[in-house]
């Protein structure tokens, strides 16, 4: 593990918790190279005997760092917009590695998308498909096209990241991708390249993404019938993470289980991996300000939900821990922020030693930690903070309060 405690203190690979904190303050972003990396790596083995290419899922954490540190490895990039495009390209990212998600891509993004040269979109409305060969033909090029299909089964995940059911917003109803891979091939400006799902997120076990490959499959082979040949195979994203006792399937389980269902398939295999890349490998550091006893035991601390979102819009849990040693008993408190709102909570009922000013770590803040992030109660953002051994880089500044009015304009009306 890429955090470790030495003499009591908790370390990321070779560097001290509290004097990060000291150095760059508290809140603070702190994410791991090497754990991202044998994340990467994990997932790469895993599918080295098959043609395949990972697709980061940039929604997870798109900080330019670590899009630089993925791009070197050679991987490929999912997008949803074209700001996540060009951050990929700022960070040096290969476009003929980029697979385009997202239900509302604008005409911008996509002529924005095509000039870089995309590996493909991932349609997800017949009305996209008609928007990406007008735009395509009026460039006079062609989109590469995989059809997100909605194989309609039940990831068991929480509803807001399930995405695979019929109700959901996202795919196109499978029964209905034959029709439109036919409307497809038939249309100026498009090439047929693919196919694709994603069923959700933070999944716990195997068997509904092995469900939604078999259907897919089975529609793969219809196609073929009628003459439409694909290339590539995207199974999205999706595998999760450990937060409290979750056993999640490693990477290999999930190829493993695959394997027999693709077999001697051409076709090349992508995925869209987010959350099991960094979720590991990042914590958020965060000051205790205030203990206030009461009916309930609240530790008011300097990180709020603005700052890390997934427990108040989720529920979700995340390990909060002491970085040093507490000299007082444990007690049992609800952690908090200062902002006005009764979901500011980043964890209740926790049994905690803590004193004021003592550091806290919240575990499994690199997924859909920053990126969530907002400046609500006029706070300014974190700091984010890449260590690498013992090196610490200052990968993001933390926010000024000349960064909250950035562009904004006064009407001078006195
Ligand atoms: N591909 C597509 C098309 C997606 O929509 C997503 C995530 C991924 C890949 C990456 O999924 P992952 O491997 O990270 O599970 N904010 C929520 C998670 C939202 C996920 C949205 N889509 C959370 O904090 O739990």
Request: aromatic share 6%; net charge negative.
């Amino acid at each position: 593990m890429s955090a470790s405690r030495r003499d009591g203190v908790l370390f990321v690979e070779d560097c001290d918790l509290t004097t990060l904190a000291e150095r760059f303050g508290t809140p603070l972003y702190v994410y791991s190279r090497a754990a991202i990396e044998s994340a990467w790596h994990a997932y790469d083995q895993a599918f080295a005997d098959r043609d395949h290419l990972i697709c980061y899922a940039v929604k997870a954490n798109g900080n330019l760092a670590i899009l630089e540190l993925l791009a070197a490895l050679g991987s490929g990039f999912d997008i949803v917009s074209g700001g996540e495009l060009a951050r990929v390209l700022k960070a040096g990212g290969d476009p003929g590695k980029v697979v385009f998600s997202g239900v509302g891509k604008r005409e911008d993004e996509i002529e924005q998308a095509l000039t870089a040269g995309i590996l493909a979109f991932n349609i997800e409305s017949r009305a996209e498909l008609t928007r990406i060969s007008a735009v395509a033909s009026r460039l006079g090029v062609e989109a590469p096209i995989s059809l997100r299909v909605n194989p309609d089964v039940d990831a068991r995940t929480h509803p807001y990241i399930s995405t695979g059911l019929k109700e959901n917003k996202f795919g196109i109803d499978i029964h209905q991708a034959e029709a439109i891979y036919a409307e497809a091939a038939g249309l100026p400006g498009i090439r047929i390249t693919g196919l694709d799902f994603h069923i959700g997120s933070q999944l716990t076990e195997l068997e509904p993404l092995a469900d939604a490959l078999s259907r897919s499959l089975a529609l793969v082979d219809r196609l073929a019938q009628s003459g439409i040949t694909l290339s590539h195979l995207d199974i999205g994203g999706g595998l999760g993470i450990r937060y409290q006792d979750e056993t999640p399937p490693t990477p290999q389980a999930l190829a493993d289980r695959l394997a027999p269902l693709l077999d001697q398939r051409p076709q090349r295999l992508l995925m869209e991996p987010g959350r099991a890349l960094v979720g590991e490998a990042g914590w958020l550091l965060t000051t205790v300000e205030y203990l206030k006893p009461g009916h309930r035991d609240f530790a008011i601390v300097d990180a709020a939900m603005n700052d890390l979102l997934r427990p108040a819009l989720y529920d979700a849990w995340q390990r909060i821990e002491t970085v040093a040693p507490g000299s007082t008993e444990p007690r049992v408190y609800d952690i908090v922020g200062p902002v006005c709102e009764t979901a500011d909570s980043l964890g209740s009922n926790r049994s905690l030693a803590l004193e004021p000013g003592a550091l806290l770590a919240i575990h499994g803040a690199g997924a859909y930690g920053f990126v969530m992030a907002s400046q609500y109660n006029a706070r300014p953002r974190p700091a984010e903070v890449l260590v690498d051994g013992g090196t610490a880089h200052l990968v993001r500044e933390r926010e000024t309060l000349d960064d909250l009015w950035q562009g904004e304009h006064l009407l001078r009306t006195s």
